[in-house]
């Protein structure tokens, strides 16, 4: 045994010595016009007379590096998409380190004055990312990002601007591989569609994990936006005045500069009708959440400054009204009655919240970095809420009857502070794949919030006499602070070619403290100076945890994987002073993580996924303390909570031909929580539910999507699509309702049509079609099962007419079937407008906009869920014409003269409504 592991340690230390005297091929890849990097490019290392490679890089905008190169002669092969291919040999001695500079010509769009139209490609597949390609997807003059997205199969947009990509959110959208957006990653909605080339979905990775090269499981995606040939370099934004009936009303307007590695972008938005127009009119066709006023700013900032220090800024200032008036029913299932709750309320609700981030990022040299993460958010809020509600008691035998009516008129303010920092260093050794990574985090929160609670309910027996009477009038100040630090570093050392391990040792530890004191009115004094021990309670709650992580990784162009161990210890200490209790709980789990990727050929790949995450309880769950905003919902913390678990797989695969045009993107997804946090309800008297967190087991869930995408037309230079995407999902959900385990079994299926079709970009149709089934089954109470049915479809139509006028519509219609005791609804909704380009440059324009011209939308909502049905109707803005005066600007100084973008305006030689002039 003793000679077996001498032997391989000696094996080891001499393919190491070797390994370290490979040499090292570096270097940029650049635009030969402009001198910008170009993302993205492929380095290929090949032998002289070989057409196999043996190395293969993308660079970014910090170039390349291939590694490993053996001694001999080579040819180094460079291409990127739009820019012709170049061919470098190179001759490599031992522990060569080359640098090179590489300038790649763009493509010729016309040859001898004859353009060459083909059927533009709408998907391709690289491995695990996913490629749209723009120019496949016909959208209307002046489209932004976001009706880009809307078109594109597997991809959804909600109504309040949320990205999904087959059930999984985007949390990251990128430019040309710069990340832009550190706040708001809505704000790259505004992008214009006429510059955007492809849009990348990938799993969204961390800055150290593209570092080390170590792949992470993600449950997000990240977007990468990649701009045409010509216009990385572009100048672009509006302005706009808008008058609707009455005092209806918006202004606002947008700036944006791309120019190499200087990106800006600032927006102002002013108006009191919901967001319905900012320059266009809003594609949110869904129910509105009452009247909403908005005032905001935002600002997003990149740049590079030199030749190592990279800086990125954002700030993104919003106020807002929301004025709402709302009635709603809910029906509460139990065993052996229901509750039915119907309530009238209005609110005031007014925020403010100043968020600024910002990154830093300094390459100290080739094999060091330093980066910083900062954020900063100042909010405060003022929020009125009253209403009324009455409840009556449902039993099995039909004998029904009043249990109690509730008033309430609540007051709120709120003023918070919280602050984040993340530094980290990152080093590359000499030998190739070895990395060392450590980096420190520190936040603080701080949360001032008076307020004051008055609430009379009133309790009745079958007769209709009152059998209790309680009354609330306080005055409260809730204190919140928190603070946290941690620290972590990683370790990567390489076994052999392609073949990588990992080390990962992380410490974090966090502590809320959260101190509430109530005093009731004293009708004596006149004052609020009665102390109410009930609600008021000083808590204090700390997590710590350590956690070592292994992992072995192996990364080749046709597989790559990732195989972890992680264990962690947890402790959570719990202090509530009212009355004097201490508790610590401590947990140790294991967390194994699995990952990898197939590639299965062109245009196809599969990828499998499992990853385990634990879950602490929050300080609301956590603090023995009852809310009593709904007197007639109180719910209450539980200091002895246990963290959760869960444990989730995925399987996704990708297929596209470019033959045929078609294409599958096909996903599994399953979970299963272990000491799941629900809340346990229980029946008082007058049809009060009191609340009270608790740990559960049995939760589980399985799914699949799949999306279908295909052709409509062989005819070159069409741009004519289809796609249809399916969904279904099997939900065992646990729950307790008066002592007694509830188990919840649903089912829901889903099935989106999209159709895209155009004429020469004079008249473009979408139809976006759908339906919706769920079913809910309840264990407690099974004569309450819940099903319904929705059916949804939206029409949009644009078409240009002469003398540069234009019309646009949207029609939405959506039905919702009868649901349990919840009535059917049907509900349709028209928006148009017509606008008419002025001037020789057609920068302005005239624009007249109607929204809900039907005047049908009564902004009706139903759901169903455990244990309970629920309706519920806002107010909110009726049919409006809008009249509006736009300035629209875009300047493409990248783009040669004579080239134009896909919506030029008849008169400009240099591109859309603006001059072709280069950038200072």
């Not at 990125?312 to 509750?339: H, I, P």
């Amino acid at each position: 045994m003793k000679i077996s592991i001498l032997t391989i340690l000696t094996l080891f230390v001499v393919q190491t010595i070797t390994y370290g005297q490979s040499a090292v091929i570096g270097g940029k890849v650049q635009d030969s016009t402009s001198h910008t990097a170009i993302d993205g490019a492929d380095i290929f290392l090949l032998g002289r007379e070989s057409r196999k490679p043996l190395l293969h890089v993308r660079a970014d905008s910090m170039g390349f590096v291939l590694r490993q190169v053996p001694n001999g002669n080579f040819r180094i092969v460079v291409s990127a998409a739009g820019y012709n291919s170049d061919t470098l040999p190179v001759i490599v001695n031992a522990s060569d380190s080359l640098s090179l500079a590489v300038l790649l010509k763009p493509l010729a769009n016309e040859l001898d004055g004859v353009v060459v139209k083909a059927n533009p490609k709408p998907i391709s597949v690289k491995g695990d990312t996913v490629v749209f390609h723009a120019d496949a997807f016909a959208v209307r003059p002046n489209a932004q990002l976001e009706d880009l997205l809307r078109k594109l199969p597997g991809i959804d947009v909600d109504k309040d601007g949320n990205i999904t990509m087959q059930g999984q959110k985007i949390d990251k959208i990128t430019v040309n591989g710069k990340d832009f957006f550190l706040g708001n990653i809505k704000q790259a909605n505004s992008l214009p569609a006429e510059m955007i080339s492809s849009i990348e979905a990938f799993g969204t990775q961390s800055e150290r994990a593209k570092f080390s090269k170590v792949r992470e499981n993600s449950q997000t995606r990240t977007l990468n936006i990649k701009t045409k040939k010509g216009m990385d370099q572009a100048v672009f934004g509006n302005a706009y005045a808008s008058k609707g009936q009455g005092d209806s009303y918006a202004a606002g307007g947008q700036f944006t500069r791309f120019g190499g590695e200087r990106m800006l972008m600032g927006g102002l938005k002013l108006n009191n009708i919901n967001n319905r127009f900012s320059g266009v009119e809003s594609k949110n066709m869904g129910p509105q959440n009452g009247i909403q006023s908005t005032a905001s700013f935002n600002i997003n900032y990149r740049e590079k400054w030199g030749q190592k220090l990279t800086a990125a800024l954002s700030f993104d200032n919003s106020n807002q009204k929301m004025d709402v008036l709302q009635t709603t029913s809910r029906r509460t299932f139990f065993s052996d009655s229901s509750l039915q709750e119907n309530r009238l309320g209005q609110s005031v609700n007014k925020t403010a919240s100043y968020p600024v981030n910002l990154s830093l990022t300094y390459d100290v040299d080739s094999m060091n970095q330093l980066q910083l993460i900062s954020g900063i958010t100042v909010s405060n809020g003022n929020n009125r809420n009253q209403d009324t509600a009455a409840i009556q008691t449902l039993l099995n035998n039909n004998n029904n009857y009043l249990s109690s009516k509730t008033e309430t008129n609540n007051t709120s303010r709120q003023n918070s502070v919280s602050l984040n920092n993340q530094l980290e260093w990152r080093h590359r050794f000499n030998k190739a794949g070895r990395t060392l990574q450590w980096g420190v985090t520190q936040s603080t929160q701080t949360s001032n919030s008076p307020g004051s609670l008055y609430s009379l309910l009133n309790g009745y027996d079958r007769s209709g006499n009152i059998t209790q009477q309680t009354l609330t009038n306080q005055q409260f100040t809730q204190d919140t602070k928190g603070s946290g630090y941690g620290t972590s570093v990683m370790y990567t050392e390489p076994l052999a070619r392609d073949h990588q391990l990992s080390f990962t040792y992380s410490f974090n530890t966090d502590l809320q403290t959260n101190d509430r004191r109530s005093n009731d009115f004293d009708s004596l004094t006149g004052a609020y100076s009665k102390p109410n021990t009930l609600t008021t309670n000083r808590f204090n709650n700390r997590n710590s945890s350590h956690r070592v992580e292994g992992s072995y990784g192996m990364n080749r162009k046709d597989i790559n994987y990732q195989l972890g161990l992680g264990w962690q210890h947890t402790t959570l200490d719990n202090q509530n002073f009212a009355p004097d209790r201490n508790t610590r709980q401590q947990f140790t789990n294991l967390f194994p993580r699995a990952m990898i990727n197939f590639n299965l050929g062109k245009g196809k790949s599969l990828s499998v996924n499992y990853n385990g995450m634990s879950s602490a309880p929050t300080l609301e769950q956590l603090q023995p303390l009852p809310d009593l905003t709904n007197p007639l919902l109180v719910k209450t913390g539980n200091p002895d909570l246990k963290q959760s678990f869960n444990h989730s797989i995925s399987a996704n695969l990708n297929s596209y031909s470019m033959k045929t045009f078609k294409g599958i993107m096909l996903s599994v997804q399953g979970d299963m929580v272990q000491n799941q946090i629900v809340a346990s309800t229980k029946l008082q008297a007058g049809g009060v539910q009191e609340q009270r967190y608790m740990n559960i087991n049995g939760t589980y869930h399985l799914g699949t999507m799949a999306s279908y995408s295909f052709g409509l037309s062989k005819t070159k230079g069409t741009r004519n699509s289809g796609s249809i995407s399916s969904r279904l999902r099997y939900g065992h959900d646990m729950g307790m309702i008066n002592g007694e385990q509830n188990t919840t079994n649903s089912v829901s299926w889903g099935q989106t049509v999209k159709f895209n079709y155009s004429i020469a970009n004079q008249f473009i149709a979408e139809l976006v079609g759908g339906s919706e089934y769920s079913d809910y089954r309840y264990s407690v109470n099974p004569a309450q099962n819940t099903r319904s049915w929705t059916q949804n479809a939206t029409l949009n139509l644009s078409y240009e007419l002469p003398f540069g006028i234009n019309i646009q519509s949207t029609y939405s219609w959506m039905h919702q079937g009868t649901s349990g005791l919840l009535p059917s609804q049907s509900s349709g909704v028209l928006n148009a407008a017509i606008f008419k380009r002025l001037f020789e440059k057609q920068q302005w324009q005239i624009r007249l906009s109607g929204f809900d011209l039907l005047n049908t939308n009564r902004n009706y909502t139903q759901s169903a869920a455990f244990n309970y049905v629920y309706t519920n109707q806002t107010n909110q803005l009726q049919r409006m014409l809008l009249l509006s005066l736009v300035y629209d600007f875009r300047m493409y100084p990248g783009l040669k003269k004579g080239e134009k973008s896909p919506y030029s305006a008849p008169h400009s030689p240099y591109g859309a409504y603006g001059m072709g002039s280069r950038m200072m």
